[in-house]
């Protein structure tokens, strides 16, 4: 059994831990939990924490109800269905992650995975019946059989959110919405306190403010919008990450973002959030063909559209190099507007509200940032490295996903490992010390970037560390953001001066900081694995990289990275032992 990871004392000098540039707070509540995310890992918790009796605050950035979770639209994958067990999802499972997952918490996953599917039943989510009455299972990429329940056709996100929020909101529980996370609160021996957060005007505190608890729960989600084109939502700015690094924490397989295949293509110049279409729709059927008609999957893997989907956007991504071309098509016309209306209604109303009939043509499509398959490096019970402080949904690394997620696991990760982290906290009594926060003026303040950084941190990213790497075009990424640290570390040592403390500026600097982890990884990673494509080392070599690259930002925040010995995370003491 893989042991708890615990606080790394190399994390030292506490009060040297760099913070985001901003002003004191102004404000504080005190809670034995706060969580931070309102997607379905971070309402679970929320919701198992409360329920054991521990004052629980959620802290969101937007609404309660505007994080990833809603946008999610194939569904949770889990061993329901007749002739399905745990032991054929975990096979799938280990398959997509390209030799790179943790076998532990992938069965930890399987095999508690149903009963968290029926919890979310019993909390309200209503997913869609077969005619028999039980769940209508359907199937996607790396998939072996139907084990995908959906609701609302393709509306699954949007259908376990509501659930969710519904639940928070009849408890009564204390909610901080429009906030954005800004740095881990901790005590004179390095344990978590809390949070510091800037309310954007619209909650019931205004400006910069605490949360003190002695456990915190990172559910923030993904950080898509370090690419030019993503799908994820504008909110997904890499903030947990991030906060997690600046606090100590330990990050690992960074270098493995999945791009998904089929994304609906807006012209070469898109930018920001970009229409997903579902790998539900290649599971009912759907051809991926090129500008000729050819279906371009076959041969390529066993389950042509339907391969895992490192594979299927690889393999989109060579066809559009060999046609010179900008995009491939989906071909879902043999559906019928029955179908497409029943089945698929939100992804046939985004492509006509493009000018795109699935109908009547087929549907171009091209690969866009998705998912984070690394990190913040959690154990079986979401326990980070910092003391207190623990992880769960895209945000953090179990091990589960390896070097690539399967299909409509996110979910389900996010479901199981958040009812464990709520076990935890409730188990070691955690919640029962009371937190004693070091000023935050005693912390270096990070220099901030300016916003129109952004772009150029995300221009950058697309060009060199997208679908297709090599290291020249990472030497480039790494240098152009370089420039970018120095340039904004320099002002700060000159004269003092940083780009005025806000929203923009502050996802800006995070931006940055997890970018440069995922280049520095990608660098380093000479090989291709799961999504990790390098077109200079296209082979996998798993004698040299079956292993996991783990990162922590220095208290001058340079990089320290390292390889793990195997593909097991280094063993750590008991975390139980450091509280």
């Known amino acids: 059994m893989r042991p708890p990871v615990a606080h790394d004392p190399r994390a030292g000098a506490l009060h040297a831990r760099p913070r985001l540039y901003a002003p004191a707070p102004g404000w504080s509540i005190d809670a034995d939990v706060v969580v931070v995310g309102s997607g379905v890992a971070g309402l679970t918790a929320a919701l198992r924490c409360e329920a054991a009796g521990l004052t629980t605050v959620v802290v969101t950035k937007a609404r309660l109800d505007d994080g990833s979770t809603r946008w999610a639209q194939g569904g949770i994958a889990a061993a329901l269905g007749e002739g399905d067990t745990p032991e054929q999802h975990l096979d799938d499972t280990l398959v997509a992650g390209a030799g790179l997952c943790d076998e532990e918490a992938v069965r930890i996953l399987v095999t508690e995975g149903p009963d968290a599917v029926r919890r979310l039943i019993a909390t309200g989510a209503q997913f869609d019946k077969a005619g028999d009455g039980g769940l209508e299972l359907t199937r996607e990429g790396g998939h072996h059989r139907r084990r995908i329940a959906h609701a609302g056709g393709d509306a699954t996100g949007a259908e376990i959110s509501r659930a969710l929020v ?18 881990l609160l901790t005590d004179t021996e390095g344990r978590t306190a809390g949070v510091t957060l800037h309310v954007m005007g619209e909650g019931r505190h205004d400006g910069v403010g605490a949360v003190h608890a002695p456990a915190v729960v990172l559910a923030t989600g993904g950080m898509g919008q370090v690419f030019s084109a993503t799908t994820n939502p504008a909110v997904s700015t890499g903030d947990g990450v991030a906060l997690a690094l600046r606090a100590g924490a330990e990050v690992s397989d960074l270098e493995f973002v999945q791009f998904h295949p089929t994304v609906l293509f807006l012209g070469p110049d898109a930018e920001g959030q970009q229409p997903l279409v579902s790998e539900a729709v290649r599971g009912e059927g759907a051809h991926l063909v090129d500008a000729d008609g050819v279906r371009f999957m076959l041969g390529q893997h066993e389950l042509a559209e339907l391969a895992p989907r490192d594979v299927v956007a690889k393999g989109i991504v060579r066809r559009m190099l060999d046609h010179d071309a900008e995009h491939m098509y989906l071909d879902a016309r043999h559906f019928g507007a029955e179908m ?4 698929f209604p939100t992804i046939l109303a985004a492509c006509r509200a493009h000018g795109i009939d699935p109908v009547t043509q087929p549907v171009p499509v091209a690969p866009a940032a998705h998912y984070a398959s690394g990190g913040v490096r959690t154990d079986s019970h ?10 769960c949904g895209e945000v953090a690394c179990t091990g589960v996903h390896g070097a690539n997620r399967l299909a409509s696991n996110s979910l389900l990760e996010g479901l199981v490992y958040a009812e464990r982290i709520a076990a935890d906290i409730a188990a070691t009594g955690l919640h029962a010390r009371v937190p004693q926060p070091l000023p935050t003026a005693e912390r270096p303040a990070h220099p901030l970037l300016p916003s129109e950084a952004r772009f150029a941190i995300q ?32 002002a700060l040592d000159e004269n003092g001066k940083t780009a005025e403390p806000g929203v923009d500026t502050w996802e800006a600097t995070n931006l940055l900081c997890v970018a440069r982890v995922l280049v520095a990884a990608a660098r380093l990673r000479e090989e291709t694995r799961g999504c990790h494509w390098r077109e ?10 079956r292993r996991h690259i783990v990162v922590r930002l220095n208290p001058d925040r340079s990089l320290a990275v390292r390889t793990t010995e195997t593909t097991d995370f280094p063993p750590t003491l008991p975390q139980a032992q450091e509280q």
């Open 382 to 391: 979401g326990r980070t490295t910092v003391p207190g402080l623990y992880a």
């Open 340 to 343: 497409w209306e029943n089945r």
């Open 536 to 545: 200079d080392r296209p082979e996998r070599d798993d004698t040299a990289w």
């Open 166 to 183: 519904e639940a928070v909101r009849a408890r009564g529980m204390r909610t901080i919405e429009n906030a954005l996370v800004l740095d």
């Open 459 to 490: 221009r950058t990213m697309t060009r060199g560390a997208g679908v297709l790497r090599s290291e020249a075009s990472l030497a480039e990424a790494a240098d152009r953001l370089h420039r970018l640290h120095t340039d904004a570390r320099d």
